[in-house]
């Protein structure tokens, strides 16, 4: 009975063990992998067509889901906050809250969940094939290193990429809540634009959240090229990174998202 | 796809990203709005800001001239210093009155300007001395119940019956609504 229990606590024990160490060894491995990606950054940049070509794909081939999905966004923002502060009187504010909103926290995070399970599993899902194929072991033995070749022009298309569809994504999300709020529920589009232009300071409110979208640029290719590096080279292996890289790059934008909100407005008003 | 293809429409994405982020700095935020021109500083004290901030709005006339930039203590007189930041556009006589103002019951509070007569203006590094503080409105309730509760008992003394003591509150209701209405 005694060595039951033991046996048993004993087993728990070493799985808990086991998930801190191997979840220490991840971190340092990811850790090292960013170093190798930064420190061969320089290589990779020297033939920037390929970091072009990355920014085509995350960036360029993302446009559509992001402008569409700001556009709705600030649509349904501008219809849900017309109706809250339609009661105190304030629907003259919408302006304010739809591009606050938008500008702060909504841009910047929803284009980076699109983003992140757009381009990140396409991104994971490439490398990991080229893993499976043997790609990158035939580029070491070319004496080609695949961290300059293949990943470092993900990682950087991905960051540059970023910043500019949050952008993209704010700036439509607000046209999008000036179609609702001034063409459609009739409210004056002087009051909109300029309650908006009185409202939102360049300082800290459009540069925060174009901080954010680069944290989050970055922590998403760089959790989508681990993952793809990583990857067991099988098509189940390939399979579940994929789905590894979208989950724990939504986790991190959203947890990111919340850190930097509470050092960004902690003192600002 | 080829790279001068592929070079295209990244120079485009890019392109219209930035104008995106132009959009958003200057439509929507104010960037350049009271940042272009320098303007002036002056300062003036007042006895209790309430709840002013930093970049509020200094208004005269309704119309905004200029921001809060700095709000400190002067450790002498325990004033509250606030240096605003006017659009030179504007000028103003040095006998202007600032007051601090509350737009609507629960709206933001700003700096209103109400310029006299002077023929020589406010310059860069000046002080209006003519101010009036923010109106607290938990030392007006104290004050009125304080007032309210000096007249019971001065009542009480002197005609010494109960009746008129239920009929306080009606009359206090009524000072509320005249006060309210001020």
């Known amino acids: ?40 950054t320089p290589a990779a940049f020297r033939r920037i067509h390929l970091t072009l070509r990355e920014v085509y794909f995350a960036g360029v081939l993302s446009l559509v889901i992001i402008l569409m999905s700001g556009l709705f966004v600030g649509m349904v923002l501008s219809l849900q906050g ?40 396409a991104i994971t899902a490439e490398i990991g094939l080229m893993k499976t194929t043997e790609q990158l072991a035939a580029m070491e ?39 609702v709020g001034v063409r459609l529920i009739g409210i004056d589009a002087g009051a909109y634009w300029g309650q908006m232009h009185a ?10 959240g174009i901080i954010k979208s680069f944290v989050f640029g970055a922590a998403v290719s760089l959790i989508a090229v ?44 | 796809m080829n790279r001068s293809t ?39 004290s007042f006895e209790n800001i309430g709840g002013l901030k930093l970049r509020a709005a200094v ?23 606030v240096t605003m930041r006017m659009d030179s556009e504007y000028q103003f006589s040095k006998d202007t009155i600032a007051a601090i103002n509350t ?24 002080r209006i001395t003519k101010t009036q503080s923010a109106v607290v409105i938990e030392k007006l309730i104290s004050q009125f119940l304080f007032e309210k509760a000096s007249e019971g008992s001065s009542k009480d003394q002197g005609a010494a019956q109960p009746a008129p003591a239920a009929r306080a509150p009606e009359g206090a209701k009524a000072k509320a609504t005249e006060g309210a209405k001020k």
């Open chain 1, 1 to 40: 009975m005694s060595a039951d229990v033991a046996g048993a606590l004993s087993y728990w024990l070493r799985r808990l063990g086991g998930g801190v160490t191997g979840a220490i060894g991840q971190l340092g491995y990811s850790t090292r992998f960013l170093l190798a990606v930064l420190w061969q």
């Open chain 2, 103 to 126: 737009s609507g019951l629960l709206g933001e509070v700003y700096i209103g300007l109400d310029a006299g007569g002077d023929p020589e203006m406010l310059k860069d590094g000046d």
């Open chain 2, 6 to 44: 592929i070079d295209l429409w990244v120079g485009i994405f890019v392109a219209i990203g930035f104008g995106a982020i132009l959009f958003l700095a200057l439509k929507v935020g104010n960037l350049l709005t009271l940042d272009r021109s320098p303007g002036y500083r002056i300062e003036a």
């Open chain 1, 199 to 208: 409202g939102v300071d360049f300082w800290p409110d459009v540069t925060n």
């Open chain 1, 82 to 121: 017309y109706e809250t502060l339609k009661r105190y009187g304030a629907d003259e504010q919408l302006g304010i809250l739809v591009a606050l909103a938008l500008v702060r926290e909504l841009g910047p995070v929803i284009a980076g969940l699109l983003f992140a399970s757009r381009a990140g599993s």
């Open chain 1, 141 to 179: 033995m070319m004496a080609v290193n695949p961290i300059a070749r293949v990943v470092a022009p993900r990682f950087w298309g991905g960051v540059i990429s970023m910043p500019l569809l949050a952008a993209l994504f704010s700036a439509f999300g607000i046209f999008g809540g000036y179609v």
């Open chain 2, 59 to 81: 208004k005269a006339a309704g119309v905004v001239v200029g921001r809060v930039e700095r709000v400190r203590l002067d450790p002498k007189t325990y004033d509250a210093v």
């Open chain 1, 226 to 269: 681990f993952e793809g590096f990583d990857a067991k080279p099988t098509a189940e292996g390939v399979a579940s990174a994929t789905t590894r890289t979208v989950v724990i790059s939504s986790l991190a934008i959203l947890a990111l998202d919340f850190v930097m909100t509470v050092f960004m407005f902690r003192g600002a008003r």
